[in-house]
Structure formats: structure tokens, C-alpha cells
């Protein structure tokens, strides 16, 4: 069986290329909640949102951040690297500014876990790839990250207990 994850994104800005990450069928994860039933767990308020991560993080061997243009301002995010975190679940990020979504690629976002539990902590892997004329090239980029999502999700870090 493939390794279980969650992955943490952006919805609204990155659910089509997060889409595009699930369709590699490489790794198992959380069910991808279209905009209807995400509405309907946002509008039951904080503690439904909570109660839905800590359901869907429960049995998942690792949590894998795919990292867009607006990932690291999203309240969300922060919460499931910090419950990653507590929980001692291995933790990474995996950058998608490059996979193409609705034909247009994205310029790449800050670094979450800077913000969220220190810099140089969690690897970050970024599989964007240029064309010849240093464009980037979502096609190659989708291929690169297809090659290496099953191995890059086996190097996430744990917080170590002091």
C-alpha cells in the first residue's frame, strides 16, 4: 500500500494544482473536499476546521506542505505544521508554483515553516523546471515531481524531543 500523508495547502489558490499531485497516485491522502463541503466545514466555525484536521491527520504516516505562491500567509497551513509538529509526524514541504493550473503557472512563495517553527528545520524540495528560454515548464515539472513524490516523502524531519 502507498504511504498515507496529508497534505496542507492553500485551497483556493492551489487546489487544481494539488489535484494535479494527487492524480500521481503515488501516495494515499486525506479525501480532497470540493469548495461545497469545504463550505460547509468552514462555516461550522474554528473548532469543526480543527476537528476535520485532527480526523484526517489521525492515521497518516507523514504531512507534506505543497508550497504556492500564498501558502505560508494562510492561518490553515500554520496549524497543520504546528500539529504536525506536536504530533511528531514527519514533515516537508513540497513546492508547486510550477505545475500548471488553469494553463498558468505561479511565481514561487515563501518558505511556511520559516514562519511557523524556524528556517533550515524542514526540507523543502522544488521541482520546478525551465524551458530554453527560462520559462517554466509546467510539463517537466509535473514529470520531476511525479519521479520523486514517493522518495521525497520518505525524508520528512520530526521534532525531536529535548
Not at 489558490?13 to 466545514?41: F, G, K, T, Y
Not at 500564498?70 to 505544521?81: D, F, G, N, Q
Not at 498558468?104 to 524540495?125: E, Q
Amino acid at each position: 500500500m502507498a504511504k498515507t500523508v496529508f497534505y496542507s495547502f492553500h485551497y483556493e489558490q492551489d487546489v487544481h494544482r494539488v489535484q494535479l499531485v494527487r492524480n500521481i497516485n503515488a501516495l494515499e491522502a486525506q479525501p480532497l473536499l470540493n469548495s461545497q463541503d469545504w463550505e460547509q466545514v468552514r462555516r461550522r466555525g474554528d473548532e469543526a476546521i480543527k476537528n476535520w484536521i485532527h480526523k484526517q491527520m489521525a492515521y497518516k504516516k507523514a504531512v507534506i506542505v505543497l508550497i504556492g505562491k500564498c501558502t505560508a500567509s494562510r492561518p490553515w497551513v500554520m496549524y497543520e505544521i504546528k500539529k504536525a509538529w506536536a504530533d511528531k509526524k514527519p514533515l516537508l514541504g513540497i513546492r508547486i508554483h510550477g505545475l500548471s493550473a488553469l494553463g498558468s503557472v505561479d511565481s514561487a512563495g515563501s518558505d511556511p515553516f520559516a514562519k511557523a517553527i524556524g528556517a533550515g528545520v524542514v526540507p523543502v524540495f522544488d521541482p520546478a523546471m525551465q524551458d530554453w528560454s527560462g520559462k517554466t515548464d509546467s510539463k517537466a515539472t509535473y514529470n520531476k515531481l511525479r519521479d520523486n513524490l514517493e522518495s521525497w516523502s520518505e525524508q520528512g524531519v520530526i521534532r525531536r524531543s529535548w
